[in-house]
Structure formats: C-alpha cells, structure tokens
C-alpha cells in the first residue's frame, strides 16, 4: 500500500481490514490501460460492517504483488 493510500484511507475512516474485505469480495469495476506504469484496476466492496462501499485503485509490480494506491469511500456508483 502506498503512502498516499493510508493517508486516503484514514481521511475517509477507514481500516485496513475494510481496504482487504472491499477488495477480496469486490467487483473489478474498470481497468485503465493508459498509464506507462501498468494497468490500474478499479475495485469497490462492501466492507466488513456491510454497509460502506470502498473503492481501490491498484496495479500488479513487476514481482506481481498488488499495490494500492489509493483508497476512497464510493459515495456515487
């Protein structure tokens, strides 16, 4: 996770355990294939508390880990 993804994900109160729930039984919402660092893939989940909607944005490195870059509560879908 990136530092700008903690600091979003703390402005919008959210937890690390929300940020992995959202992402492990989310939906992939739209990958963008237009950045020169790798393809970002937009996720959103519900949380854990079932009711907030949390979206990520990610990529996989080139050692195939899955980095968040950012982190936000979906208010419009």
């Known amino acids: 996770m990136t530092a700008h993804a903690s600091e979003e994900?703390?402005?919008d109160d959210l937890d690390i355990v929300g940020v992995e729930t959202s992402?492990?039984?989310?939906?992939?919402v739209r990958?963008?294939?237009d950045d020169p660092r790798g393809t970002r893939h937009i996720v959103y989940g519900i949380g854990p508390d079932q009711k907030a909607l949390i979206g990520t944005?990610?990529?996989?490195?080139?050692?195939?880990?899955?980095?968040?870059i950012t982190v936000y509560r979906v208010t419009e879908t």
């Open 9 to 11: 994900m703390a402005e």
């Open 23 to 28: 992402i492990l039984k989310g939906r992939l």
């Open 31 to 33: 990958s963008e294939k």
């Open 57 to 68: 944005v990610g990529r996989f490195t080139e050692t195939s880990r899955y980095l968040i």
